[in-house]
DNA sequence: TATGCCCTCGTGAACAGGAG
DNA sequence: CTCCTGTTCACGAGGGCATA
């Protein structure tokens, strides 16, 4: 295991620790992360690992590039990195807690004084934290994804314009050129995509998506450090009799498992497996 | 009440048989 | 021989029940 993912994997409270490399976000990161797709819902599995039960949908990450240009091999190559990995924390939501509140999590910055705030709420708020060190992790699965690199965005009416340095309110705009779903349709694009996340009690939750890149240690020697931090909306685990059922596939999933993602289960539009007969 | 297990549904894959 | 169509099998997924 790489230097720097026992941390993530097993991290301390804050507050019992200082604040670690791993943990910090570069600021100057020209990586972004974006949640393409926002879990929903889940159905509690239990602590065993025979009950598999994954979010529905599966969450679907997305790399962004500051001033990304489609036009340059450095771009482009940063996108076919093998190396980067994202990974996935799960964390309760209090539903009285503010932090409940959708904020960033469509454009991965954080504000750094609010995030603080919020660790010393989860600490003190009573709610069992996943990454407690002494309880049985609510999270199983494959929570760390390596990239999946598709040369043009299987949905590109969904896709997110990469974010620009220029503070040009026009560029920004819908209208502009650069950025309707047309201009994006052959752009290339990197998701990673946690097909196989259970959780094992019911309530509510965010998922935290870090970006990290292997690659980095192996010149360095030094711990991991993220490079982009992204959280997912607020979704409901619910108990097995109360689960509502999963949802129909989305176009991106579709189009994704199309592109070669076979570990993605679709549902829906005539797809899908069943049963065994009598 | 939570959780593990069982049953059923529905689809893809594999295969066989017939038509051209 | 190739292609098309129908049938059968295997399996993952989802719902619901029994039990601790």
Excluded at 22 to 30: D, G, I, K, M, N
Aim: net charge negative; with cysteine; aromatic share 8%.
């Amino acid at each position: 295991m790489p230097h720097g993912f026992d941390k993530l994997l097993h991290h301390e409270p804050e507050a019992e620790s200082p604040p670690a490399p791993p943990r910090r976000l570069s600021t100057q990161s020209r990586y972004h992360l974006h949640v393409r797709q926002q879990p929903i819902a889940a159905r509690a599995c239990g602590a065993g690992d025979r009950d598999r039960r994954p979010v529905d949908p599966p969450p679907i990450v997305q790399i962004l590039l500051n001033d990304f240009d489609s036009n340059s091999q450095e771009d482009n190559d940063i996108l076919q990195d093998p190396r980067f990995t994202v990974g996935c924390l799960l964390f309760p939501v209090s539903p009285q807690s503010p932090w409940s509140e959708p904020t960033e999590s469509d454009t991965g910055d954080l504000d750094q004084d609010r995030e603080k705030d919020r660790e010393k709420d989860r600490d003190t708020d009573g709610v069992a934290r996943t990454d407690d060190p002494f309880s049985t992790p609510l999270l199983s699965g494959k929570a760390f994804m390596s990239p999946f690199y598709v040369e043009a965005d299987p949905d590109p009416n969904s896709a997110p314009p990469h974010p620009s340095s220029i503070n040009d309110p026009r560029l920004s705009s819908p209208s502009n050129a650069y950025n309707h779903p047309s201009a994006r349709l052959h752009q290339p694009a990197t998701f990673f995509i946690f097909a196989d996340l259970s959780i094992r009690s019911a309530g509510l939750y965010r998922l935290q998506f870090r970006l990290m890149n292997w690659g980095s240690v192996e010149d360095t020697g030094q711990s991991m450090p993220i490079l982009a931090e992204a959280w997912s909306d607020p979704f409901r685990v619910y108990p097995a009799k109360d689960f509502p059922g999963m949802r129909d596939s989305s176009i991106l999933a579709e189009g994704l498992k199309e592109l070669g993602f076979v570990e993605l289960k679709t549902r829906g539009h005539g797809k899908g497996k069943g049963k065994k007969r009598r």
